[in-house]
C-alpha cells in the first residue's frame, strides 16, 4: 500500500495571483510574445507547458545518464535504469499506484488502445484461460457516455466491431451531465466493460465516479477512466476511486510530448494478453513460442520513452510540491471567473455546466453568428491562445447542436488577468465580424 | 500581418452574403451535365456539398449547401460568382491559379485579372491552418466539374 501523497494532505487555499507570477517565473515559454502581445496561453486543456525542472531533467538525463534500461551491465546503464523505474515510483505515486501497476504508454490513446487490443487478443481462440474475464463476444456490451472524447470511444467501437460486442452510451442532458438514470438502465448483466471520462474535456464536467463504478461492480464490469483531464488538475487517487484501469497523458500535465501511463490493478494486469510484443517484455524464448514478464514490463515491448518517463516525474514532483488541491481550488476560481465572464457577453452561449456548479477550469462555448475558426483566430491576433473546433469529441457537439466550439482551458500558470483579456476580446468577437 | 489583410471586408461580405448557396432546393438545370461533390475538413469539421452544372459548353449553374467559418463561407460565395458563365477549361485554369496561390505561403501574389474577387484571400496564404477552409469549395467544384465534363452525372 502507498502512503497517501503529500499533496493530498495539504489544505485547500486556492493559490493567488502573487504565487501565480512566481509560478510563472518557472515557464520560460509564458514570457514570450505572440503578434506584439504577451502570450496568454489558455491552451493546457490540449498541451500544458513546461517548468524549467522538467525540461532539466530531461537534459540532465542526457548528459549523464543516456542508456538503454533494463539491459547493459555497465554503470550508465544501471543509472538509467535506475532513473527509469524511480520516475515511475514518482508517477505511481502520484495517482495513488503501485509502481507494478503503472504501464508507460505515450499518451492516453495508446493507453486505451492497449487495453482495447489486449481485450481483443483475450478474445482470439486459443488465448490462455486466465484471460477469459476480458474476452469479449456476441451478446456482451462495452458501455461508453456521449461526452467522450474520440480516444475513448473509437478504440471500444474497434473492439465491439472486431468481436461482436455491442456498444452502448451513456446520454448526456443538455446542461451536459450524464443521465444517471439511464447509466443505471443501460449497465446489467450483459455489460463487460465500462469506459468513460472523469473530467470532460469540452464541457467540464466531472463525473460521478463511485455512482458509476458502483453500476460497474453490481453488474460485474471492468472499469476504464479516461483520466487526461483530471490527474493535471486534480488530487487523483485511483485506488480511492477503486476503478480497475485509469490512462493519462503526461504533456497535459507539465511534462513532454510521448510519454503517458496506463494503471491496472496488478491482478488484472498480469492475466491480460500483451498488445506489443518484441524484446523486454519475455522471458524465455524459442523458435515456436515466448512466455512472458509480469505487469509491467509485460507490456514495455522495445526500447522505452525514458528521458520522457524522467521528465514526467519532474513534472509531478512539481505539482506535488505546488499541491494539487491547491491548484484545483484555484483552477476552479479561474473556471468561475471564465463561465460568469462569458455568460455577461451577449451571444454566447457557454456549454457543460451552469455559473455556479462543480467544473474543471476550462470552459467551452459558441458564440452566435461566428464561427469558432473565426473566433481563435481573432483571439489569436491578441496573443490568446485557445482550441478551436470539435475537440476530438464530434458526438458530444452534434447532441449540442454544434459542429465546433471554442475553448479556453487554465493551468496552475494562469492569472486573472489572463481570463479578463481573453473577455475583453471575446466581447469584441462579434463586433468585428458583424453577427 | 494583420487580422484585417486577413479578414478583408470582401471576405466579411461575402461569408454572410453566400451567393450559391442552396442546393437542396434547386434541381439541375434542364439540359444541363452535372457534377456534384461533398468535401470535409476532419480538423474542424467544415463541410460543403457543391454541384456545378455544365451547358453548352459554359459552366451554367454553380450551386452548394455547407456549413463553416468565414473564410470557408466567403470562398464558396466568391466562386459561385466567378464560375458561372466560364467555360470548364477556363474555370479550371482559376482553380489552378487559385490553389498555387493558396498554397505558396505568402509567395505567389494573386492576380486579380485572373481570380477578380477571390484574390482577397491571398493573405489566407499566410496562415497555414486555414488554407483548407479557403480551398474547400474549389476542390469540390474542381470534382464536380470533372464530373459534370466527362458527362457522368452525379446528381443525388
Not at chain 1, 503578434?35 to 490540449?46: F, R
Not at chain 1, 539491459?71 to 550508465?76: K, N, P, S
Request: glycine fraction near 10%.
Amino acid at each position: 500500500m502507498v502512503a497517501t501523497p503529500a499533496h493530498l494532505l495539504r489544505s485547500a487555499t486556492a493559490l493567488g495571483n502573487e504565487e501565480v507570477l512566481r509560478i510563472r517565473n518557472d515557464f520560460p515559454i509564458l514570457n514570450r510574445s505572440v503578434k506584439g502581445h504577451p502570450l496568454v496561453y489558455l491552451d493546457s486543456g490540449a498541451t500544458s507547458q513546461n517548468p524549467l525542472s522538467v525540461l532539466e531533467a530531461e537534459q540532465e538525463f542526457y548528459e549523464q545518464r543516456n542508456s538503454a534500461v533494463h539491459r547493459g551491465a555497465h554503470h550508465l546503464a544501471v543509472e538509467a535504469t535506475e532513473a527509469f523505474e524511480d520516475a515511475r515510483e514518482t508517477v505511481a505515486a502520484f495517482i495513488g499506484a503501485d509502481p507494478d501497476e503503472l504501464v508507460w504508454t505515450s499518451n492516453a490513446t495508446e493507453g486505451l488502445n492497449l487495453l482495447s487490443y489486449s481485450f481483443l487478443n483475450a478474445s482470439l481462440p486459443g488465448a490462455p484461460a486466465e484471460a477469459a474475464r476480458f474476452a469479449l463476444g456476441a451478446g456482451d456490451e462495452i458501455v461508453v457516455t456521449e461526452m467522450e472524447h474520440h480516444a475513448n470511444l473509437i478504440p471500444w467501437q474497434q473492439l465491439a466491431e472486431r468481436t461482436g460486442a455491442t456498444l452502448k452510451f451513456i446520454p448526456v442532458d443538455d446542461a451536459g451531465a450524464l443521465d444517471l438514470d439511464a447509466a443505471a438502465r443501460l449497465i446489467g448483466g450483459r455489460t463487460r466493460v465500462l469506459a468513460f471520462t472523469h473530467a470532460s474535456n469540452v464541457l467540464g464536467t466531472i463525473n460521478p465516479v463511485s455512482a458509476l463504478v458502483s453500476l460497474a461492480r453490481a453488474a460485474g464490469a471492468l472499469v476504464v477512466l479516461d483520466a487526461c483531464q483530471s490527474a493535471p488538475h486534480l488530487a487523483l487517487d485511483v485506488k480511492d476511486l477503486d476503478v480497475d484501469f485509469a490512462v493519462f497523458s503526461g504533456h497535459k500535465m507539465l511534462g513532454p510530448t510521448g510519454i503517458g501511463g496506463l494503471y491496472g490493478r496488478s491482478e488484472l494486469l498480469n492475466a491480460m494478453p500483451p498488445f506489443l510484443t518484441g524484446g523486454s517484455m519475455i522471458t524465455t524464448v524459442t523458435m515456436d513460442r515466448a512466455a512472458f514478464l509480469p505487469s509491467p514490463q509485460r507490456f514495455e515491448a522495445g526500447t522505452q520513452k525514458i528521458s520522457q518517463a524522467v521528465a514526467l516525474a519532474a513534472a509531478a514532483n512539481y505539482l506535488s510540491e505546488t499541491g494539487l488541491s491547491r491548484i484545483h481550488a484555484w483552477e476552479t476560481e479561474l473556471g468561475r471567473r471564465l463561465v460568469e465572464g462569458l455568460e455577461t457577453i451577449p451571444g454566447i452561449r457557454v456549454l457543460g455546466p451552469a455559473a455556479g456548479q462543480e467544473r474543471i477550469g476550462l470552459a467551452a462555448f459558441d458564440v452566435a453568428g461566428v464561427h469558432a475558426h473565426d473566433v481563435g483566430q481573432f483571439l489569436d491576433s491578441r496573443g490568446i491562445a485557445v482550441r478551436v473546433g470539435h475537440h476530438c469529441a464530434q458526438p458530444l457537439h452534434r447532441r449540442l447542436g454544434l459542429t465546433a466550439s471554442t475553448r479556453a482551458s487554465t493551468y496552475l500558470y494562469n492569472t486573472t488577468d489572463d481570463v479578463d483579456a481573453f473577455l475583453d476580446a471575446v466581447a469584441g468577437v462579434r463586433g468585428y465580424f458583424q453577427a | 500581418m494583420s487580422l484585417d489583410q486577413l479578414y478583408q471586408q470582401i471576405i466579411l461580405e461575402h461569408s454572410k452574403a453566400r451567393h450559391g448557396h442552396g442546393l437542396s432546393a434547386a434541381g439541375v438545370p434542364a439540359g444541363a451535365s452535372s457534377g456534384q461533390s461533398h468535401q470535409l475538413n476532419p480538423v474542424c469539421g467544415d463541410e460543403i456539398t457543391l454541384r456545378v452544372s455544365v451547358a453548352g459548353g459554359k459552366v451554367s449553374e454553380l450551386r452548394w449547401d455547407g456549413e463553416g467559418c468565414s473564410i470557408s463561407m466567403a470562398s464558396a460565395s466568391v466562386l459561385t460568382d466567378l464560375a458561372e458563365g466560364l467555360e470548364p477549361e477556363e474555370l479550371q485554369h482559376v482553380i489552378d491559379s487559385f490553389r498555387e496561390v493558396l498554397r505558396s505561403r505568402g509567395k505567389v501574389s494573386a492576380d486579380p485579372e485572373i481570380l477578380g474577387d477571390a484574390a482577397a484571400f491571398e493573405g489566407v496564404s499566410r496562415y497555414a491552418a486555414r488554407v483548407k477552409c479557403a480551398m474547400l469549395s474549389w476542390v469540390a467544384a474542381e470534382d464536380a466539374l470533372g464530373q459534370a465534363t466527362a458527362g457522368t452525372s452525379a446528381d443525388s
